[in-house]
């Protein structure tokens, strides 16, 4: 059987035929073709090793015998930094780590851009400055808005370029001090008062949303993807999987699992099932795939209540408008509806764990962090920050009724002191 030898283009899958006698540059992959087989070989060989492999192939397939391979070459020394990010965004670690596609498209980008700031050629090449540089060049790109991307999109693109470094062997060049910094979001919820004014001014569709997201603790992919098959009226319970075949999409962590809901949201989703027969979609678009828009109800609706800030600048049908009149205020999004899901089943006394399962949080960590507000803002953490302020309070009460009582003159301490009560501070 013939075996002829091709080369892939680089960052594609495009295959075209080696020319005879040419010498490739260093990093060249090389695949060869006999039949319908499509063999990729080992992605540091030069173009005469590569000419073996395909003599060795022909031999195997004639003689049926295994003929000697081509010993490989250290990857580091030889290839290209652009043929190993090449390599490691689509059969090396992306594929062993099977990345979902808003994963393979963060690392994508992160290491484009540092590809932009790095004029070096070799991996072994690169030191801390390079990444000094980078974390330099990445404070002044700016959005398609204008602005300045912001510290934590920052951190990230560094963070994935160092573990693109780190699985190359290439550790700590830069200490974690000279990291990009970033000021940690809080987890907010809303709380019952403005839910209440949320649903008095949506209508029946908008308030099926708000009440399902409100009543099952989804993110938005998985609220989106729900169909009716998944929902259980009679036990009141609600199914999210991955589902790859029919919409390309998956849970986060791959972790399915069964959320019970009220018997209130069940009469009304049933409700909607009436108004919205079959086993599609509960929540589709106008051609039946999932509406990936949803967010713009819980904005619209916002706005209709008259619970904007008043103070964010948002994009509205490609201008640039004020969340006074328009519905683009970040305050308003459909994930904080999943932080409020988790304080509410708190305040109604369900476990941590149990919170911890139905959110599919893999840490513990991250669900204390949803809780985190409604620990500070209960009623026994109340009672001990007013606790502490009467304390203070008790004393200065303790000293003006002693100097009541004082037959003589009030003597003051003197300027500068912090005496108090007889007792001088040193």
């Not at 020319?19 to 060989?45: A, D, F, H």
């Not at 009716?228 to 991955?242: A, C, L, P, V």
């Not at 893999?362 to 620990?375: G, I």
Request: proline letters at 4%; one cysteine or more.
């Amino acid at each position: 059987m013939k075996v002829t030898l091709y080369i892939r283009e680089h960052g594609t899958r495009r295959c075209r035929k080696a020319k005879p006698g040419r010498n490739y540059p260093m990093g060249t992959i090389y695949v060869l073709r006999y039949g319908s087989t499509w063999e990729t070989l080992p992605p540091n060989l030069d173009s005469t090793e590569a000419t073996v492999a395909r003599l060795n192939k022909e031999i195997v397939l004639f003689t049926g015998k295994e003929a000697a391979k081509p010993k490989p070459k250290p990857k580091n020394d030889v290839l290209t930094l652009d043929i190993l990010i090449d390599i490691y965004l689509t059969t090396g670690r992306a594929a062993e780590k099977n990345w979902r596609k808003h994963t393979l498209q963060c690392y994508t980008l992160a290491l484009k851009l540092f590809r932009q700031s790095c004029t070096k050629t070799y991996l072994h090449e690169i030191d801390g400055d390079d990444l000094r540089r980078f974390k330099v060049y990445l404070r002044t790109l700016k959005t398609s808005t204008g602005k300045k991307i912001d510290d934590r999109t920052v951190y990230n693109h560094f963070n994935n370029v160092v573990s693109f470094l780190n699985a190359h062997g290439k550790r700590d060049l830069v200490p974690q001090s000279e990291w990009p910094k970033y000021e940690e979001k809080k987890v907010v919820c809303y709380d019952e008062d403005t839910m209440s004014r949320l649903l008095q001014f949506a209508d029946e569709d908008e308030r099926d949303v708000l009440e399902f997201f409100l009543g099952v603790g989804f993110r938005n992919g998985e609220g989106t993807h729900v169909e009716w098959r998944d929902i259980d009226f009679k036990n009141r319970e609600i199914h999210t999987y991955s589902k790859l075949e029919r919409y390309g999409w998956e849970v986060k962590d791959t972790e399915q699992r069964i959320i019970g809901i009220s018997d209130r949201l069940a009469e009304r989703l049933q409700a909607r099932h009436k108004r919205h027969p079959g086993d599609g979609l509960v929540f589709p678009n106008t051609k039946g795939n999932p509406d990936t828009h949803l967010l713009r109800v819980i904005k619209r609706v916002a706005l209709r209540a008259g619970l904007n800030c008043g103070h964010c600048v948002g994009t509205y049908e490609r201008k640039r408008v004020p969340c006074s009149t328009h519905p683009v205020c970040k305050k308003w999004i459909l994930h904080t509806m999943r932080k409020t899901w988790a304080t509410f089943q708190a305040r109604s006394g369900a476990s941590v764990p149990t919170i911890q399962a139905d959110l599919g949080h893999s840490s513990l960590v991250t669900t204390l962090k949803y809780l985190a507000a409604e620990d500070r803002r209960s009623a026994q953490r109340r009672a001990q920050i007013n606790a502490a302020d009467a304390r203070v309070r008790q004393h200065i009460a303790q000293i003006t009724t002693s100097h009541t009582n004082h037959k003589g003159p009030v003597l003051l301490p003197p300027s500068g002191s912090l005496a108090i009560s007889g007792v001088q501070a040193f």
